[in-house]
């Protein structure tokens, strides 16, 4: 069974930085597709930064700049470093895993908060 499993969240103050770290289990197979969502009271939840097998990466414009989500080669880890962190950046941070078999298998974590408060 595929689990995955965030750390890193936290309260921070504005301009601060936070690295958030996904690591995930029970694959045999290297994820097609990793990154994260967020979702703040009062707005929908969004599509943070994503990153394929191959290394292309898609950002939400409102983090174009300051947030930077990487993998490592081999292991089905991702990972989100965020700088310049603004209050409007508050919310529920969620890691997703997909696998393409025939079909699309989406696996999510159980969140992480993160804070961006004075």
């Known amino acids: 069974q595929v689990q995955l499993e965030e750390s890193g969240g936290g309260v921070v103050q504005p301009g601060g930085s936070l690295r958030l770290s996904c690591v995930t289990s029970?694959?045999?197979?290297?994820?097609?597709?990793m990154g994260w969502y967020r979702q703040a009271p009062g707005n929908e939840r969004e599509l943070v930064a994503s990153?394929?097998?191959?290394?292309?990466?898609n950002y939400a414009d409102s983090v174009k700049g300051r947030f930077t989500v990487s993998r490592p080669p081999v292991a089905n880890t991702v990972y989100l470093q965020m700088n310049g962190l603004k209050p409007e950046d508050t919310g529920h941070y969620f890691c997703?895993?997909?696998?393409?078999?025939?079909?699309?298998?989406?696996?999510w974590g159980q969140g992480t908060q993160v804070t961006v408060s004075s």
């Open positions: 997703f895993a997909e696998l393409r078999l025939g079909g699309v298998r989406t696996t």
């Open positions: 029970g694959s045999r197979h290297r994820f097609n597709t």
């Open positions: 990153i394929t097998d191959i290394g292309t990466t």
